[in-house]
């Protein structure tokens, strides 16, 4: 079965700075993919980036990058520049395998905020 | 594209009371998803429909939930006997079999709070 796994509850970042948010998983799948939402207070999930498990190139998506280690299975996402408006939950999900299609498996969610 | 709709945004009901939700999903996915998020919590898979087919169902959907989606289009979640314990988010999320990997579009839930 395949499992996120998300150490840190929340992070307090100045405006500006970059920032990184760690995510391990584990599975035995051979192919897989990976995937970063944001959630602010609204609910909504929004995509940030997303990294298959043969791409060799890390994902870069303007401010967000994919930092994707396979050998040590993490796959941690980098704001460069961080904003106000970064503030939110960040969860990290993989895409399992379904009759048919595939679900997203997700982490526990780190809580950012970015202080002014 | 007004992306994925759910409605209501919030319900309070009491315990014991039948609800159910709705989700309008992009209009041409085909593929239609609902999670569930409790506090502090990532969404956690319920259920998925190709169509008008309910093909995944999770151990977390009990015989009190019920969802269909009876033309492919839109959706409907209703949990009967509502408990304590079904207070969370419900989430909608539809794709396209050809969007690939980005094509995941979540909706902006609907909170629920059985008291």
């Known amino acids: 079965a395949q499992k996120i796994t998300q150490t840190q509850p929340g992070m307090f970042v100045q405006e500006k700075e970059a920032v990184t948010l760690d995510c391990t998983y584990d599975t035995s799948d051979q192919s897989y993919g990976l995937f970063w939402y944001k959630q602010p207070s609204s609910g909504e999930m929004i995509f940030l980036i997303y990294q298959g498990s043969y791409d060799e190139q890390n994902a870069t998506e303007g401010r967000y990058s994919l930092n994707f280690q396979k050998a040590r299975k993490s796959a941690n996402l980098v704001i460069s520049a961080s904003q106000l408006g970064d503030s939110a939950m960040y969860f990290c999900?993989?895409?399992?395998?379904?009759?048919?299609?595939?679900?997203?498996?997700f982490g526990q969610g780190t809580r950012l905020t970015i202080n002014p | 594209d007004t992306g994925v709709s759910q409605d209501p945004r919030h319900k309070i009901t009491k315990r014991g009371q039948n609800v159910t939700f709705r989700c309008d999903p992009i209009?041409?996915?085909?593929?239609l998803y609902w999670y569930r998020q409790t506090l502090g919590q990532g969404p956690e898979f319920l259920t998925y429909?190709?169509?008008?087919?309910?093909l995944e169902k999770s151990r977390l959907l009990s015989d009190r939930f019920s969802a269909e989606r009876p033309k492919g289009s839109f959706s409907t979640l209703e949990i009967q006997r509502t408990e304590q314990g079904d207070s969370a988010m419900y989430l909608c999320?539809?794709?396209?079999w050809g969007t690939g990997d980005r094509g995941y579009t979540f909706g902006s839930g609907t909170r629920l709070t059985v008291v």
């Open positions: 999900a993989m895409r399992a395998a379904i009759q048919g299609a595939q679900k997203l498996v």
């Open positions: 429909f190709q169509n008008e087919a309910q």
């Open positions: 209009s041409e996915h085909n593929r």
């Open positions: 999320a539809s794709s396209h």
